[in-house]
């Protein structure tokens, strides 16, 4: 017989070539296209399978899935207390076991996107009166769990991982193949991963949550002992500065005292002493929470101070006053506390307002040069822990501290930049922004615009499109962001400033997963269009700019601040900055919920801005958030408001074509092969 492309064929055990039919049944899956004919091919190279069909499966309520339905050889059922861990042994004790063997059989073979979440095994496939297979039985075939979830995890580690990526991606129901970026993960909320898998004894790096990026494959690799250890002591003595620190004194901002990040929080009423222990074992726990800054004839010094023996907790009792004289009284201390912060005595205060009835407000008021975004869900999740803790009768363990603060930033100063990072910064070259104005660019003329995505696009971005072009949110994100500046601009070129978190993984001994400090990371890129004609080659060149970016822009300021490389001084005019999902966090610390009165300025008005435009994006109430800040004197307000509504109408087209069309790969995707973008497409289209 002649075979042809695309004919299935096998070996069977008695030597001779059986013809399986043709691959002939392609279906999409998160953006990818997949023959099922391919998967059940690889499936029947297995010695335990005797017969194997593939069907996506698209139960009502939940999210579609590849699933295997196995006809074993009989002599699985009849061969127990055997080895399962090897797949040339087909004497295997349970379907548990076989699972696991199917596995990773067929990680060996196939792209993770082509791996079913659930095998099932029959005794006989389902067949129609002519005796040809019958699919409508076959799917009806797909058992339920007693969760509801179709997909056991098969193992404790997964059992605990799908647990965690239910809590952080908020989503009941996850295969165990599915990537926990496709699913909305994002950095920071792998760091969050990391932090809670180590509180139940799993252990893995930020590096190996990107190599490894299922349940399956990340619990694989997972260790129950961590390599790290980190003193528990109360920390004492000098700190260096990290580069963001630096950064910030460099700026010489008028009134620096008054740079603050703060939270108003809505919190069941308890008596005072539990809000009092709390903060003091916070205090003395995080010990970045200790730092104080002094202005001395080398320069500015930060220093840990010593433990705390008592709460810095002011206790307000409104409970006398009518609601409305409640709210302004908060509102006006809260405004007073922002002021009052000072860098050598107090940089946070912690103030609780006693509303009466069982309601109480606390406000949390922090300098920035002690937290940022990932130190807040640190902050909140110990303080809800501690909360939860003063309801029953027993004293809550915080989870151990892991790695300094400081020996962070001292092990900054002793990386060692590739070539490629010491070139990659002179070649930014910023472009002038159109203006309206020539007024002042100060806090006090600060302006705030929202626009937001709908929550079904919101989801649709978060949970669908990234998959198409293997992409991250940040790469659609800044998409659309060129696109729309470039319209307005008329330049296919945007330099930006991208803030990032900060915490990468350059050392293998530290461990950042939970411990609180200013990481942030700002540095420069040359985002261009110029070569991109379509919305596909505008995501594929924006993903490829992005990931030359090198070590995730962190040695910019490293090579700047603490190392004294002569790195050209760059100012864009336009910085970005993804936040995360911020309604994660509230989940998490169900006990508390964000209060509505005003926190005051979080900083000076009389604070010079050190950009023309800035925009935060988030994740809250289901839908993306875009804050444009920009200074009235300088912008009209239609001006930003047709810039902003640019950008949805960016993103939308962004989000459509991924929905709608096949994606694509890049280079970065084959980092072990040297190739260019038109290389890669001339290859992939032969295939």
């Not at 009166?129 to 009806?140: E, S, T």
């Not at 990932?374 to 303080?383: K, M």
């Not at 929905?659 to 790969?665: A, V």
Request: hydrophobic residues 40%.
């Amino acid at each position: 017989r002649l075979y042809r492309t695309g004919d299935r064929v096998r070996y069977r055990r008695d030597g001779q070539l059986e013809y399986l039919g043709r691959f002939d049944q392609q279906v999409k899956l998160r953006g990818f296209r997949i023959e099922l004919g391919e998967v059940e091919t690889a499936l029947a190279r297995h010695p335990a399978v005797q017969q194997a069909v593939v069907i996506l499966s698209n139960p009502p309520a939940r999210s579609p899935q590849l699933v295997a339905h196995i006809v074993p050889y009989p002599a699985i059922h009849s061969v127990a207390n055997s080895a399962a861990n090897s797949a040339d042994n087909i004497s295997l004790a349970d379907h548990g076991s076989l699972s696991d063997s199917l596995l990773r059989f067929l990680q060996a073979q196939l792209p993770a996107y082509m791996i079913p979440s659930l095998f099932t095994f029959q005794e006989a496939l389902p067949l129609t009166p002519n005796g040809k297979l019958d699919r409508i039985r076959l799917a009806a075939l797909l058992p339920e769990s007693p969760t509801g979830h179709p997909e056991p995890s098969q193992t404790p580690a997964e059992q605990q991982l799908y647990r965690i990526w239910q809590q952080l991606l908020g989503r009941d129901t996850i295969g165990r193949q599915t990537s926990f970026f496709e699913l909305g993960g994002d950095s920071i909320l792998a760091i969050q991963m990391i932090a809670k898998a180590s509180q139940v004894g799993l252990h893995f790096s930020p590096k190996q949550v990107f190599q490894h990026q299922t349940i399956a494959a990340l619990a694989a690799v997972a260790t129950t002992a961590s390599s790290i250890l980190a003193p528990q002591d109360i920390l004492t003595g000098t700190v260096p500065f990290t580069p963001i620190q630096q950064w910030f004194f460099e700026q010489n901002f008028t009134e620096m005292h008054h740079w603050n990040q703060a939270i108003l929080l809505e919190v069941p009423h308890r008596p005072s002493h539990w809000l009092e222990a709390a903060t003091q074992r916070l205090l003395n726990h995080h010990d970045s929470l200790r730092l104080r800054f002094q202005a001395t004839h080398a320069g500015w010094q930060q220093f840990y101070a010593n433990a705390v023996t008592t709460s810095p907790l002011h206790w307000i009792d409104l409970s006398a006053l009518p609601e409305a004289q409640q709210t302004q009284t908060i509102e006006t201390t809260a405004a007073l506390v922002q002021t009052s912060l000072d860098l050598y005595t107090a940089p946070l205060r912690i103030t609780f307002f006693d509303l009466g009835q069982s309601r109480g407000l606390l406000l949390l008021s922090l300098h920035h040069l002690l937290v940022d975004g990932i130190s807040w869900r640190i902050l909140l999740s110990d303080l809800h822990r501690l909360y939860q803790a003063s309801l029953e009768p027993y004293q809550a363990q915080l989870p151990p501290k892991t790695s300094a603060f400081r020996q962070w930033a001292e092990a900054l100063s002793t990386y060692q930049p590739s070539p490629q990072e010491l070139e990659y910064w002179q070649a930014c070259h910023p472009l002038p922004l159109p203006t309206d104005a020539t007024g002042r660019n100060t806090v006090a003329e600060l302006k705030t615009l929202s626009v937001a995505l709908a929550v079904d696009e919101t989801q649709a971005l978060l949970q669908e499109a990234p998959a198409a072009y293997q992409t991250q949110i940040n790469d659609l994100l800044l998409t659309a962001l060129v696109q729309a500046f470039s319209a307005w601009t008329g330049h296919a070129s945007l330099l930006i400033q991208l803030e990032a978190h900060g915490r990468e993984d350059l050392f293998e001994t530290i461990d950042l997963s939970r411990t609180i400090g200013w990481f942030t990371t700002l540095f420069p890129v040359q985002l261009d269009l110029t070569e991109a004609d379509t919305i596909a080659a505008a995501i594929k060149a924006i993903k490829e700019q992005l990931r030359a970016v090198p070590q995730g822009g962190i040695w910019y300021g490293i090579g700047r601040y603490l190392q004294n490389f002569d790195l050209p001084i760059i100012q864009p005019q336009v910085r970005f900055n993804y936040l995360g999902q911020i309604d994660q966090i509230l989940a998490e610390n169900a006990l508390f919920s964000l209060a509505s009165e005003a926190v005051g300025h979080l900083r000076s008005p009389r604070a010079e801005r050190d950009l023309l435009l800035e925009i935060n994006a988030l994740i809250r109430g289901g839908q993306l958030r875009l804050d444009w800040s920009y200074s009235g004197a300088i912008y009209h307000d239609s001006t930003i408001q047709a810039l902003a509504e640019q950008y949805l109408t960016a993103l939308r087209q962004v989000i459509d074509h991924c929905l709608s069309e096949p994606g694509g790969y890049t280079p970065s995707d084959f980092a072990l092969f040297d190739i260019d973008q038109a290389e890669l497409d001339d290859l992939l289209l032969e295939l």
